[in-house]
């Protein structure tokens, strides 16, 4: 069987690569190169008829499965141990969606743009990556790997404070990355697993006496938590956003939070699932106070970009919420959120942007009534913030009803909590299109011009795919069951 | 062979070192420390012969090729080091490395 | 007859035909302007729904109760032990019943004529592609929301239609009041929805995993699947979770059909377009709240707890809403509050038991109720103010109108042998009946006669102010004159429905939809003595309002005294909405500023205290770094020396000390 994945990985490094040696050209090689792996993507979908399934002994098998020695010394054994299940082929969808239409978003980027690029390309190689190592170290190379671009990405081409916001995101996500690690060795070492692969992790990990798991799953939870990011180590997010280019910004909410997420579901809810069900309550906890903070937060923010990133909290507290219910609906419902979220606030993102450069600031009470001078703007402000409050037939609905149900059969009536917040959600987004949108013009320029074409394209990707799994999420769900959570024991 | 003292000939490398040692953190001419370097280095190329030629084996061998190596190395030093001291030379107009402190910022 | 069941195949047409009408004048709709195609593209969707949701209807009274039933898998996910263990499976689907059938009828035809009707309503308005591109999409959500199959996928429609309207209410959105108004309506019905979609998890949840739902659980949650109602099989173990679900659908409703306490939304919603108001906000969207009861009502029954719940809101919202209409001088907003106090008597009507009766007034009200609208419309067309103060003389320059307005007023306040006499007639008759087994309705049965009178009065006031007396109070007012025929026409048809739509209840066919207890209404020594009284009271209000307004002048209520404090407390709305911006602005608002002073100065503030600790520590550290070679080189040997010192000395030191022991 061809290394379906690796020619994959190696025509990402390529047009990676080749885009930041094509000078002026930068676009088309990004664009080409984004394209090709859109394509390649949707024929692994196409090509996933049917999830491998459990070996004996309830291991778990991968698709499109590699695995080659790497570095061999004495009992250290790292493969390049590679594979996706249904969960991993969504993210991946994920990222080459986010991956285009960043590219056409920033079509006119004139600041350095092979660099520029580049980086992009470059982030979304390592999330590739980690969506499909199945190796610890091979995982947490890749996992590093997507920090440097985006270091440099929010440091050299953000807004006035970007140093300082791309310091504070290198340094939060740094020192959780070797929380991390330390707990990944560690599970390594005292399941006495022969190798760092996870097949082999597999079986000892799940039989560790539960006060081994629990301590293990506390460092992965904060480890990972840290990206999701969890209340209260979440701040350096809203500076991180407000600092960030679009594209940055756009990759950072749509691709870097899930990293978390799937690093939380594949590394610890998997590996450790008695450490899990013992801390459900913290993670219940911190869920409900992501859930909570960030909406409440966000209703005071003005800065659009702000307010969109204490959202993002709001709702991968819904993920977590959902991750920490552990049924298949549950994990499920976070896999089919994170998507739902990926696209959402990416297109947030884009209309912040698209809103700072038509009228030269996001302060929401600085501006009003620009819906007759920018209509397709205001379109995408719409359908973005009504996709992020949760409308049906759109996309984040059909997941946080699948999130909500299963936390309500599992919490009871804890869940009208996260319920109610969703009032305060629906308010902030409605306030924020009241002052925009609607209302006598305020602080539109004489020549302002509607969205760019580019612009516009990018968005109208995104806002097609929210619509499209907004009317029919089996065509993710299916893909997503494909995976353990629909056998586990 | 035997007519060498072990001891004595480590007392001369050891001052060797030292006396280099002395001179790396003292002088301030460029030139003089680069011979100061040249002195230490010595002194190590100094310890590998003694000690292949006591062991009398077949390690005696691989002591001797990298007390050349470091005869080498000491060349290629200076030969940088030389090079340096011109740049740096007609950067600033003098050697004195007390001067030459572009990295502390 | 058998010829027309194939209809039934394909009432998925319906939402289609208004969905393909919404995609060409959203997108095309711009570089139509000039042709104002894209009203009679919309014209022609709403045209489409209308002969297909009519075939439809005709061929589930043909068949009665027969179900026809489409779906396709939304979202499934397999089982896990402990929870789910049957896997969920959610499906999208069509379901043609008879309830979804009479209200197929009622949301096709009311949305057609109001369609055609703002033809000519806003022909003068700017945005025109959006407006009927918003309330196509709306009536495609609407008749999805009736064709709907299971819970999830109401909900989902009744999402799309409360979005629609929030759209449409905001439509003319430059004014903040439009703006501000569209935010509300969707706030507070947003409460209701969550609440309902918590209702939603308990029916799932509960009947998920085993009893007699577990088969409802795999078909996907359909209603057409089972014994109805479920309640009927369920142990009294669950009967506390289902009374609460039951509440939150109550909850629910009363956020869309506007009662109390969620009712404040609907007479701001009257900052929309009026035919707007007809259609979204009178005949069709705020009919769901009692749709949905209705359809919980048959499927899953209610407990005899969420019963008295419902009557009491119900009963206590007919009366609370009409006495906020009484002294309201915007036409509209009259007709607003009115709407509140017909979807209060449906409510009650379902509280009662006897659904059907309520469904069959949701039927007469939505024509009486759109051409009362409409016909206010007209009004505002003509004189382009909504002030009743400023009205006045309108009978003889807008004849039409005029008549129109006059037969929606004396359906709406149940004048004998008008379809709201019927249906509202049936609902008194079929509540008093209900007393003897339940007394505590009583009190909510009285305020429902109660109502009656102020029914009357309130309507007959708005129309004495508006068409009575010689000419305008304010003669600023432009010469009136009626509407195009497009404008003209939904009146005179709607007319007809109004004061004959309550007697195709005594048409066979069409009574098989409306199956069920008290439906049609019969004539019994009880039944008609109660609609004597009922006249009494109808009687009394026209003529009080007659006494009052007939000649066409506004009575002034001298300032200060007792009768002007009620009414400040009534134009005041009891001061509901005052109290909700105070929850909203105050409350929820202030918290978040505070908590967002919190996360500044608190939260971040420890972050950056300690990274300010960093930065000093490493300003004092570089001072070591002079950059002087030597100086590098002395660290250096000094670290070798020290290095050295630990191994040789301290350490055997350590060891001969500590370690032999």
Redesign the interface.
Known sequence: MAPILSIVLATLLVSTLATFFAGKRARYVALAGSLVFLVEVLGLIAGFSQWAGFASGHLPLYNDYESYSWISIAWLHVNYTIGIDGISLIFILLTAILQVATVVYSWEESKRPAEWFGLVLLTCLGCFGVFVALDILLFFLFWEAVLIPMFFLIGFWGGPNRRYAAL?FFVYTHVASIVMLVSLLALAFYSGASSFDFESLYGPARTLMPVTQVVLFFGLFFGFGVKFPIV?FH?WLPDAHVEAPTGGSVLLAGLLLKLGGYGLIRWAVELLPTGASDLAPLLYAVAFASII?GA??A???RDLKRMVAYSSINHMGIVLLAIA?G????I?AAVLLMFAHGIVSALLFMVSGSVHHTFGTRDVSGIG?I??RTPALSTMVMVGS?ASLG???LIS??AE??A???A???IGYW??VP??V???T??FY??M??RV?????KGVPPTVHDLPRFELLGMAMLAGATILFGI???LL??VI?ASP????? | MSAFSPAGLLALSGGLLAIG?FG?????NFIL?LISVEIAINAAVLNFVYFAAFSGSASALSGQAIAVVLIGLAATEVAVGLAIVLALNRLRGSIN??E?????? | MTGLSFALDYAWLVPLSTLVAFVIVGLAGNRLKRLEWGGWVAVAGAFVAMVVGLLVAAAEMMGPGTYTDQSF????????????PN??NLVMGVLVDPLSALMLIVVTVVGFLVMLYSIGYMHHDRGLPRYYAELSLFLTAMNGLVLSDNL?EF???W??VG?CS?FLI?FY????S???A??EA??VT??GD?LF??GI??Y??TFATSGPGAGWAASGFKFANGTQPFLAGISGGNSTTLTIAGLLMLAGAAGKSAQFPLHVWLPDAMEGPTTVSALIHAATMVAAGVYLLAVTSIFLGFTATDQLAIVAIGGFTCFFAATMAVVNTDIKRVIAYSTISQLGYMVLAVGAGVTMVGMYHLFTHAFFKALLFLAAGSVIHAVGTQDLRKMGGLWKKLPITGLAFLFGALSLSGFPFTSGFLSKDDILGSVLAATSAHPLYWPFFLLALLTVFLTAYYIFRAFFLAFGGPAPRDPALPEAHEGPWVMRLPLIVLSALALGAGWLAFYPPFASLLAGGGVPPSFSATDLALSAVSFGLVLGGIGLAYALFGNGRMVEVPAGSAADRVRSVLLNRYYFKAGYDWI?LRA??G???A??FV?RYV??GT?RGI?RAFARGSDQLRKV??????DY??YV?GGLVGFLLLLLVVAPWIVAHLGGS
């Open positions: 504070k209260p701040t903070w409440v937060i209703l005071a923010q219910v049924s298949s609906l549950g499920t009534g819906t007759p009504l409308l049906p037939a609905f059909p009803f699948a909500f149900l299963a309500w059969d599992r869940v009208v319920l109610v969703l009032v305060v629906a308010a409605l306030w299109m009241q949108l609607f209302g006598p013009e029919l999420p089996e769900v299916h069951v959570i629909a056998g586990w024991p | 040692l790396i953190l003292t002088r301030r420390l490395v007390a030459a402190n572009a990295l502390k910022s | 898998t939304w979202l499934s996910v397999p089982g896990s032990p402990g929870t789910f896997g969920v999830l909900f989902l429609f999402e799309l979005v929030y905001g959105y430059e004014k903040p439009a703006a501000s569209a935010k969707f706030l947003r409460v969550v979609l918590l998890f308990l799932f949840a909203g929820v608002y918290f978040s500023r908590a967002d996360e939260i971040d972050i990274e770094q002079t950059g002087i070679v030597s080189a002395a040997i």
